[in-house]
């Protein structure tokens, strides 16, 4: 398990200021949960964390190693880069999956084009990884023939078969049918029994509160707060 140092980030798209002085530690371990209005900038928080955006300045350390520059102000190689990204695994809101893969498929593609796996190794490992979400029935199906949850299962699967120390969820259950919610919501809950270490954007308030460590609070590019997911329900 991995902890995330952000200090004092910030982020511009053009004129506009997205994330103001952003401070935030992530421990080892632990769930966090991102909370805040639309807009307000947890979405690029999540994706400086990765460095799928670029931070204007500040700096962001994953086990104390800079991610996107070898000092301030310039820039990390795209090799480096991409090697400290094989240990991040990401979720996003649409499932991204192969069409034309089936489940184990999608999930032993990136063992086997990143991780240099044979194909048995890695339809073994897809195998243990899709059994873990609950999957171990679907693992010859297309995505087509998946339900929006299972599919998103299958794309957690897909990051945690790589083994990642540190997991970024963007509102993994926006997309889905109110009635398929939980079942994504249930194996995230188990990573995080697991003691993976995830930062979670999400709008499930229930997710934050009953699962989350701390919950961080954006509005307007600032983080407002962090607070014990206990008080989030009384939080204005
Ligand atoms: P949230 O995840 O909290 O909804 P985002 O991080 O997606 O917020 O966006 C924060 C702000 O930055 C929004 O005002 C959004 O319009 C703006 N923004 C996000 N991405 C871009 C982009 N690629 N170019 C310009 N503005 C952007
Ligand atoms: P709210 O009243 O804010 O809607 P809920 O407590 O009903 O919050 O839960 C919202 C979501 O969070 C639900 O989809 C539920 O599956 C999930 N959830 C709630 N409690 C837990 C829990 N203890 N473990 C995992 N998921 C939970």
Known sequence: ASAVEIRKVNKYYGPFHALKDVDLSIPPGKVTCLIGPSGSGKSTLLRCINFLEEYDSGEIRIDGQLIGYEAPGRKMSGRKLREMRRSIGMVFQQFNLWPHMTAKENVAEGLIRVRGLSKAEAETRA?????????????????????????????????????PRLMLFDEPTSALDPELVGEVLNVMKTLAQEGMTMVVVTHEMGFAAHVADQVAFMEKGELVGVDSPGRILHHP
């Open 127 to 163: 195998a243990e990884a899709l059994a873990k979400v609950g999957l171990a029935d679907k693992m010859g199906n297309h995505p087509a023939r998946l339900s929006g949850g299972q599919q998103q299962r299958v794309a957690i699967a897909r990051a945690i078969a790589m083994e």
